[in-house]
Nanobody, 123 residues
Framework: QVQLVESGGGSVQSGGSLRLSCEVS????????MGWFRQAPGKEREGVAG???????RYASSVQGRFTISQARAENAMYLQMNSLKPEDTAMYYC?????????????????WGQGTQVTVSS
């Protein structure tokens, strides 16, 4: 079992950048697939980016080319670099971990979740 804590959210203007961090604690000796998800008010939670084995990454089409997912196992951390932010990126962002790698963008495939960090992008 792992515990996840997100940080780095905030308010920025359109075109700005933010870097989200996810601190992983607990059973960090096991390998997990990791992902970032977001949920805007009145909308379903959606996959933003996922990473498996430090090499395989997958992005939602809406963020492809603007967001970059990475992880630093030695630091027990995962990151999401978000550039060229748009108002439609406004949401609560969550990091998640899955002991088995399935669909990197499907919330149902992930077992462990953080509490979320709010990202607000103004026009």
């Amino acid at each position: 079992q792992v515990q996840l804590v997100e940080s780095g959210g905030g308010s920025v203007q359109s075109g700005g950048s933010l870097r989200l961090s996810c601190e992983v604690s607990g059973n960090t000796g096991s390998r997990y697939c990791m992902g970032w998800f977001r949920q805007a008010p009145g909308k379903e939670r959606e996959g933003v980016a996922g990473i498996a084995g430090d090499v395989v990454t997958r992005y939602a089409s809406s963020v492809q080319g603007r967001f970059t997912i990475s992880q630093a196992r030695a630091e027990n951390a995962m990151y999401l670099q978000m550039n060229s932010l748009k108002p439609e990126d406004t949401a609560m962002y969550y990091c998640a971990a899955a002991p088995y790698c399935q669909n990197l963008l499907a919330p149902a495939a992930f077992t462990y979740w953080g509490q979320g960090t709010q990202v607000t992008v103004s026009s």
